[in-house]
C-alpha cells in the first residue's frame, strides 16, 4: 500500500514536470527515482539551444525532439549520479527506441499512466526483465 502511494505521488510529479514542455500535441514529464530520491527529470522537448518549438507547420513533430525518457536518461549522464536499479516515473508508456534506452540505462522498474498508441516499448521492457506497472491517477 506504501510503494503504491509512492507510485501515484512520483506520477503525479512526472504529470506536473510534463507541464514543461512546449510540444504542442502531447505533453509528457518523467522522472528517475533511486533509494527514495528524485536523481533526474526530463520532459519532452527540442535540444538545449535549439527553439522551443516541437511541431513543424503541419503539426508533425520534428525528428529532433527529445522524449522525457531519453532527456531524463541523458542528464544522468551528465551528473554524479548513475541509474542502476532506479524506478522511471513516466505519465507516457515508452516508445521502443525510448525503451533501449531505459535497459541500456540499468533502470529496474517502469511505473507508467497512459498507454503510448504502440505497446512495442513496454513489450521490450518485458522481455528485458524490468518490472511495469501502469497505474491510474484517476481516483
Not at 2 to 12: I, N, P, S, T, V
Not at 70 to 86: E, L, M, P, Y
Not at 127 to 138: C, F, P, T, Y
Amino acid at each position: 500500500m506504501k510503494d503504491e502511494k509512492l507510485d501515484k505521488r512520483y506520477l503525479r510529479m512526472a504529470q506536473i514536470w510534463a507541464e514543461n514542455s512546449y510540444c504542442e500535441r502531447r505533453h509528457v514529464g518523467a522522472l528517475i527515482v533511486k533509494d527514495k530520491m528524485i536523481i533526474s527529470d526530463g520532459y519532452n522537448g527540442t535540444p538545449s539551444g535549439f527553439e522551443n518549438i516541437c511541431e513543424d507547420e503541419n503539426n508533425v513533430t520534428k525528428p529532433y525532439v527529445l522524449h522525457a525518457e531519453a532527456n531524463a536518461i541523458t542528464k544522468i549522464a551528465r551528473s554524479n549520479n548513475n541509474s542502476d536499479g532506479a524506478t522511471l516515473y513516466v505519465t507516457d508508456s515508452p516508445c521502443i527506441e525510448c525503451a533501449k534506452l531505459i535497459i541500456q540505462a540499468g533502470i529496474k522498474r517502469l511505473v507508467y499512466c497512459h498507454n503510448y498508441r504502440l505497446s512495442d516499448g513496454i513489450d521490450l521492457l518485458r522481455r528485458a526483465g524490468i518490472e511495469v506497472k501502469q497505474v491510474s491517477l484517476d481516483d
